[in-house]
T-cell receptor
Framework: LAKTTQPISMDSYEGQEVNITCSHN???????ITWYQQFPSQGPRFIIQGYKTKVTNEVASLFIPADRKSSTLSLPRVSLSDTAVYYCLVGDSMFSGGYNKLIFGAGTRLAVHP | DGGITQSPKYLFRKEGQNVTLSCEQNLNHDAMYWYRQDPGQGLRLIYY???????QKGDIAEGYSVSREKKESFPLTVTSAQKNPTAFYLC?????????????FGPGTRLTVT
């Protein structure tokens, strides 16, 4: 079964770059790795996804090495509003009974300080 | 407006009563999910459904039941068999059952059982 590991928490200051890494093994070979952001008392929302190498959008970058055993979410120049919990999401390599199971990481609580 | 709705936002029940949480989506998504979130914790998968009239147990299905009679609806019943039902419940939907497909989350229902 797939397993994910993320740091429980991280602290940063406004204007700094933050990198959050998710380690994952036994993930589906034909599925993307996706990251979500969650604010208190809200549902998570999609940030970015990728399959290999580097992907960048208007809010973040995602680095995925060739072996796909980890992925790193990079938030450039964070602000106070980036204080949230960040989750990685992967597909399980086990495809039993015709169903593809998805696994969220435990989440990394990022605190951005003035 | 396309989206996913959950009702009610807050729900209070006495111990021993069954309670049903509503989840509706008009995004024409095939896959729907129920997650439970306890304070300061990550998302735990209760049930998921890839298609109408079919659903699968997640990691913590005991004490919960679901139905998927219509594509747009995926209600969750918290039964009296659930030992610690007080939690924040999140419903999500996506095009398909892969991490590749963005999961859209509802606003959540906060259930308190006393």
């Amino acid at each position: 079964l797939a397993k994910t590991t993320q740091p429980i928490s991280m602290d940063s200051y406004e204007g700094q770059e933050v990198n959050i890494t998710c380690s994952h093994n036994n993930i589906a070979t034909n599925d993307y790795i996706t990251w979500y952001q969650q604010f208190p008392s809200q549902g998570p929302r999609f940030i970015i996804q990728g399959y290999k190498t580097k992907v960048t959008n208007e809010v973040a970058s995602l680095f995925i090495p060739a072996d796909r055993k980890s992925s790193t979410l990079s938030l450039p120049r964070v602000s106070l509003s980036d204080t949230a919990v960040y989750y990685c999401l992967v597909g399980d390599s086990m495809f039993s009974g015709g169903y593809n199971k998805l696994i969220f990481g435990a989440g990394t609580r990022l605190a951005v300080h003035p | 407006d396309g989206g996913i709705t959950q009702s009610p936002k807050y729900l209070f029940r006495k111990e021993g009563q069954n309670v049903t949480l509503s989840c509706e989506q008009n995004l024409n998504h095939d896959a729907m999910y129920w997650y439970r979130q306890d304070p300061g914790q990550g998302l735990r998968l209760i049930y998921y459904s890839q298609i109408v009239n079919d659903f699968q147990k997640g990691d913590i299905a005991e004490g919960y039941s679901v139905s998927r009679e219509k594509k747009e609806s995926f209600p969750l019943t918290v039964t009296s068999a659930q030992k610690n039902p007080t939690a924040f419940y999140l419903c999500a939907s996506s095009i398909g059952d892969r991490a590749t497909y963005e999961q859209y989350f509802g606003p959540g229902t906060r259930l308190t059982v006393t």
